[in-house]
């Protein structure tokens, strides 16, 4: 007598799941992350710009953080 597996390996049954499709919240989350780290970047740089000179500082000063 031949006994028969029935069992589904774990492979198989992950290329049975359809792809993972973007949705609008994954871009809403995406657009905040990269607009978050612009801004970031960017005071990081000023705040060096400030610390590593003394000719701009009024400038850079009056750029960043002015009205």
Do not use: C, E, H
Not at 31 to 40: H, W
């Amino acid at each position: 007598m031949v006994k028969k597996n029935n069992k589904i390996t774990t492979t198989a049954r992950a290329k049975k799941q359809p792809a993972r499709t973007p949705n609008t919240v994954d871009d809403f989350k995406t657009a905040l992350i990269l607009v978050s780290v612009t801004i970031n970047v960017a005071v990081f740089v000023g705040w060096l710009a400030i610390k590593l000179t003394t000719a701009y500082d009024a400038q850079v000063a009056a750029f960043l953080f002015g009205r």
